[in-house]
């Protein structure tokens, strides 16, 4: 067995996109803990390869890496949570789709992390 990636469709609850985006940024600004979050969510066995917007209003589609052994729905209560993309402030409604990477002759969309 080896980690699963996950394609994640977000769209913006209404109102929520402008303060999400602003948070967003701050967080990735320096000293904005952007790093840390990584490293603490690579630790959690969640590793995010890309954020896609399609316009600041949305949607937004993440490609995720998900450990073995993390189930589909602790992984969408990972997605749903604090520590997730919404920065804990209940902005996106996340949809997961794990991808099935038999359908690719076995290969990922981005190298593994998690081996």
């Not at 990636?5 to 609850?13: A, G, R, T």
């Not at 600041?56 to 993390?70: D, H, M, Q, S």
Request: charged share 20%; net charge negative.
């Amino acid at each position: 067995m080896s980690s699963t990636f996950y394609i994640v469709h977000h769209e913006f609850k209404v109102g929520k996109a402008e303060r999400w985006w602003d948070t967003a940024y701050a967080a990735m600004a320096p000293g904005g803990g952007w790093d840390d979050a990584v490293a603490a969510n690579k630790e959690k066995g969640f590793f995010n390869h890309s954020a896609n917007a399609i316009t600041k209003t949305g949607p937004l589609y993440c490609f995720w890496e998900v450990k073995e052994g993390i189930s589909p729905e602790e992984f969408q209560e990972f997605i749903d949570g604090p520590s997730g993309p919404g920065f804990g402030q209940d902005a996106l409604m996340n949809i997961c789709k794990p991808i099935d990477k038999s359908l690719m002759n076995g290969q990922t969309p981005y190298t593994p992390v998690f081996s």
